[in-house]
């Protein structure tokens, strides 16, 4: 196997990886300082579509990690890139939040339940049963299903929350549909990612802690991957998969001197 180019821009995950459960990881400021002070292009990926990535630089913010929104790309704004190329100025029933919805809203495209072309699922707080009801009579009627991330749970204090795949998955069971994802470990995410910071994935590296979405989608776009320790993935998991991250650390400290 030949060797890797030198890396010269960086994509990471946050939550597990930046974050746990709203604290930052020990060593993330200073992994991302080392960044900002390099002058190396990054980005800081989520599947969550719930918020802005000008909400993201807050919440981030608050907790010491000072990451700016044009170094934010979210599943929402992957979706909304993908639409824009795909399918410019079209219409949209959205089932989501402020993230997802301002992300359409900035492509050109208007949210409506009257005979739209698409069907967009994302994260929300609460999920509608009348909404839900909306969005399968919809598909039915011909609109096409997209969805932001194909995450069954996500992580809260009190333990896991159904995520975007696990109401994805209702309403293919309802509809007959499967949804076009666009989030992690859809390589598209990555690409898109990249070229928003006008970096190659010859000389890019993915830091992640999960195997099926992050090292995944590293994996699949042609990235060198990180798989850290201090998120959902246990050393013990990794043989579980067919394949392997590039390297394993304890953490996002390990990473410092790479910066």
Avoid: C
């Avoid at 992957?78 to 919805?101: C, M, N, R, S, W």
């Avoid at 979405?213 to 776009?221: Q, S």
């Avoid at 998120?231 to 394949?243: C, N, Q, V």
Wanted: proline letters at 6%; zero cysteines.
């Amino acid at each position: 196997m030949s060797e890797r180019k030198p890396i010269e821009s960086w994509l990471t995950d946050m939550d597990g990886v930046l974050m746990h459960e709203g604290v930052p990881v020990p060593g993330a400021d200073v992994f991302i300082t080392k960044l900002r002070e390099s002058g190396k292009p990054f980005l800081v990926l989520t599947n969550n579509s719930m918020y802005t990535a000008r909400d993201l630089h807050a919440r981030l913010n608050r907790i010491g990690l000072e990451v700016p929104a044009e170094n934010i790309w979210t599943s929402a704004l992957a979706t909304a890139k993908f639409l824009d190329q795909q399918h410019p100025g079209g219409t949209a029933y959205v089932i989501g939040e402020a993230g997802l919805t301002t992300a359409l809203h900035d492509v050109g495209y208007v949210l409506s339940d009257a005979d739209p072309e698409f069907v967009i699922l994302g994260e929300t707080r609460t999920y509608s049963f009348e909404a839900l009801t909306k969005a399968i009579r919809l598909i039915n009627d011909g609109a096409r299903f997209i969805a932001t991330n194909p995450d069954n749970t996500g992580p809260s204090p009190q333990g896991a929350l159904p995520a975007t795949g696990s109401v994805a998955a209702l309403i293919t069971k309802a509809t007959g549909r499967e949804p076009y994802f666009v989030g992690k470990p859809n390589p598209l995410m990555m690409r898109t990612g990249l070229n928003a910071i006008g970096a190659h994935s010859e000389t890019s590296a993915m830091i992640g802690d999960r195997m099926d979405t992050d090292v995944l989608a590293g994996l699949e776009a042609g990235m060198e991957t990180f798989l850290v320790l201090t998120g959902l993935t246990a050393k013990e998991d990794i043989d579980r998969y067919p394949f392997r991250p590039t390297t394993v650390v304890d953490s996002i400290a390990d990473l410092v001197d790479l910066a």
